[in-house]
């Protein structure tokens, strides 16, 4: 399909169903071209769902929110008038930008009877966090649901045969969704949704030893759908290659340079989740502790932790990272649960933000973190706002750089586009336990603590231990 410019007077009804042509026929660099002009149109309350919808399709679940937000969290002088599929919506975009808890709670709030995508955006919060078992019943209700939209009922359908492959590994279920899917969609209207079909066909096959089937789709998927602008479809199908490639042969020693290649280029282009995705299938092949035990300690998930579980005899008690670099020189151990380090008896209070914002960068070793899932991660109890919530993760954020640098501790926090972690050099270690805590990091009994308090209050006084 060929770019249009479309003007901020154009009729906005058109230029909405351009721009669904475009997501639907998977040019997603055009798409995204046409929501910076729209967005800068003055849009009617009726199409604020839709647009919504199409932003976080494009992968701009931030504008997404800044569009239904006022709707679904109206100020004191305005009433709440978002509807539910509107607020199914707004949570939708929410996942997507890692406020899994928030999101979770709208969601389930829901009666699917006005809103059915609830159902599908439910699963949606449990496939972000690798938790493929809790997704398939939410999708398994939406693709049953007598007012499902067909469209969105496909989507389920492939999203449902992903998660029975990765998940219960019901593999020759997950098989026959996933070909249903693909067949059904071979068309040039549905060219979206039947190369993701065929995407996650891929995974099944890989999953199923089936070698020839994955060179077949391999190559279909090479020879249609590469170079429309979708980035993140592309960098997974490469993974997928990649991975199947590796598996297939008894000759590995090619096909690892390949991927650890794959995983240095997805670093730097900022698909994370592919690159943990490579160290857990090189792990997982190899059996190598030291990464199964850096994948175990640097992601927060939940149902991510316990697959690892299952590849090693025991996870220790405690870890120390080195931000993926060979150690040089003295070591630097800087302690999650306290701030205690190896430079001096600084530390931080219990349970104050400086303290829990560190625990929260610490926590995921791959991943940069987003304003809005710091916030969730420092705010349990509070909801995102667009308008406010970024100035306090901020001022936490300088709070906590302030520390480090009146301590000396050679780590910063860094921001790239609107991301962040933790960075230090060489030597400098983060020590992380096995016992940790979802919202403020890592539990450390509190007698250390105190320890620590003591032995700096009476250092100059023969204070011993």
């Not at 909405?16 to 967005?39: C, F, K, S, W, Y």
């Not at 899994?100 to 969601?107: F, P, R, S, T, V």
């Not at 035990?293 to 579980?309: E, K, M, S």
Request: glycine fraction near 4%.
């Amino acid at each position: 399909m060929s770019k249009r410019a479309i003007t901020i007077k154009r009729d906005l009804q058109h230029a909405l169903q351009d721009l669904e042509l475009l997501i639907e026929h998977g040019e997603i660099g055009q798409a995204r071209m046409l929501i910076a002009e729209l967005l800068k149109a003055r849009l009617e309350r009726r199409h604020v769902l839709r647009l919504a919808s199409l932003c976080r399709t494009a992968h701009l679940p931030d504008h997404s929110v800044r569009l239904l937000h006022r709707h679904v969290y109206p100020s004191s002088r305005t009433p709440a008038d978002a509807s539910e599929a509107e607020r199914a919506e707004y949570a939708a975009a929410l996942t997507a930008l890692g406020c899994h808890g928030e999101a979770e709670k709208i969601l389930r709030a829901i009666n699917p009877e006005q809103a059915p995508k609830a159902l599908l955006f439910l699963a949606y919060t449990q496939i972000w966090q690798w938790d493929w078992n809790r997704a398939v019943l939410p999708l398994e209700q939406f693709i049953s649901h007598p007012k499902a939209d067909p469209d969105a009922k496909l989507w389920a359908k492939i999203n449902l045969g992903q998660a029975l492959t990765h998940g219960p590994r019901e593999l020759e279920q997950g098989r026959i969704l996933l070909e249903q899917a693909s067949s059904s969609t071979a068309n040039d209207q549905q060219r979206m949704l039947h190369k993701n079909a065929l995407l996650n066909l891929l995974q099944n096959q890989f999953a199923r030893e089936d070698w020839q089937a994955t060179h077949e789709t391999i190559e279909e998927l090479e020879g249609h759908f590469m170079g429309d602008g979708d980035l993140l479809f592309e960098s997974v199908f490469e993974l997928w290659k990649c991975l199947s490639r590796l598996y297939s042969t008894s000759d590995r020693q090619a096909p690892f340079r390949a991927l650890r290649s794959l995983r240095n280029r997805f670093q730097q282009l900022g698909f994370w989740e592919n690159m943990r995705s490579c160290d857990y299938y090189e792990a997982a092949l190899l059996g190598t502790e030291k990464l199964l035990f850096q994948l175990f300690f640097g992601t927060p998930y939940p149902a991510f932790r316990a697959q690892i579980q299952k590849l090693t005899a025991q996870v220790p008690a405690q870890f120390e990272w080195s931000f993926f670099q060979k150690s040089e020189g003295k070591k630097i151990i800087v302690d999650l649960a306290s701030g205690e380090n190896t430079l001096g008896d600084s530390f931080l209070k219990a349970g104050q933000i400086p303290l829990r914002l560190l625990q929260t960068l610490g926590s995921d070793f791959y991943k940069p973190l987003q304003v809005a899932e710091l916030h969730e991660r420092l705010y349990p109890n509070e909801y995102f706002s667009p308008i406010s919530s970024p100035n306090r993760v901020h001022q936490a954020i300088r709070r906590l750089r302030d520390w480090l640098q009146s301590q000396k501790i050679p780590m910063q926090i860094s921001e790239t586009h609107g991301r962040y972690c933790l960075k230090a050099g060489a030597g400098v270690f983060i020590r992380v336990y096995h016992n940790s805590d979802s919202v403020q990091g890592n539990a450390k009994p509190q007698h250390s603590l105190q320890y620590a308090k003591l032995k700096n209050k009476f250092a100059k006084k023969g204070f011993f231990s």
